[in-house]
T-cell receptor, first 114, second 114 residues
């Protein structure tokens, strides 16, 4: 079983809705990530947090707003999304950022924007 | 720049056959890490193996084995006696010291049938 848990598993939202995706890990990792994955494509990095501070933003539109309340939690706030934002959103964590650290992924949240 | 090529888009085998998934990478860095992840239909990316650039030892874990060859920039993955539960998309990924993120290949979809 994955040690990175994501909720909800499935989410359907309208373009005017505000919703949040949540992620939690209890491995003591200090780096957390959001990835977006479209069908038949590899995951694409969106955001990286290191020690609860935003370290990388891959030029993600402002309708996606990440938040890291503490070292175990990571949220992704969604507002005014477009149908093309429908995708699998994967949370991940690693002990630290950097190439020597294995990134562990959660089960993902399947998002549909209608 | 970093690049990972998984030339096999889809592979279909019958249960108990052996199958090899190819991965070729490009980087100018001398220190780097290679990964394989499995993604079943449920969506979770499951970490399988990490290999650093200084360790060319092949590895075996049960029915899985990995062949790392720096001379050909390849990190191939073999499943022996495949099973239906091996059906998934498999991603090879590269992380180097100079890159801020994992570089994924496009993935290979493996279908194992009875």
């Amino acid at each position: 079983d994955t040690e990175v848990t994501q909720t909800p598993k499935h989410l359907v939202m309208g373009m005017t809705n505000k919703k949040s995706l949540k992620c939690e890990q209890h491995m003591g990792h200090r780096a957390m990530y959001w990835y977006k994955q479209k069908a038949k494509k590899p995951p694409e990095l969106m955001f990286v947090y290191s020690y609860e501070k935003l370290s990388i933003n891959e030029s993600v539109p402002s309708r996606f707003s990440p938040e890291c309340p503490n070292s175990s939690l990571l949220n992704l706030h969604l507002h005014a999304l477009q149908p093309e934002d429908s995708a699998l959103y994967l949370c991940a964590s690693s002990s630290r950022i950097g190439s020597g650290n294995t990134i562990y992924f959660g089960e993902g949240s399947w998002l549909t924007v209608v | 720049a970093q690049k990972v090529t998984q030339a096999q888009t889809e592979i279909s085998v019958v249960e108990k056959e052996d199958v090899t998934l190819d991965c070729v990478y490009e980087t100018r860095d001398t220190t780097y890490y290679l990964f394989w992840y499995k993604q079943p239909p449920s969506g979770e990316l499951v970490f399988l193996i990490r290999r650093n650039s200084f360790d060319e030892q092949n590895e075996i874990s049960g029915r899985y084995s990995w062949n790392f060859q720096k001379s050909t920039s390849s990190f191939n993955f073999t499943i022996t006696a495949s099973q239906v539960v091996d059906s998934a998309v498999y991603f090879c990924a590269l992380h180097t010291g100079t890159a801020s993120k994992l570089t994924f290949g496009t993935g290979t979809r493996l279908q194992v049938t009875l």
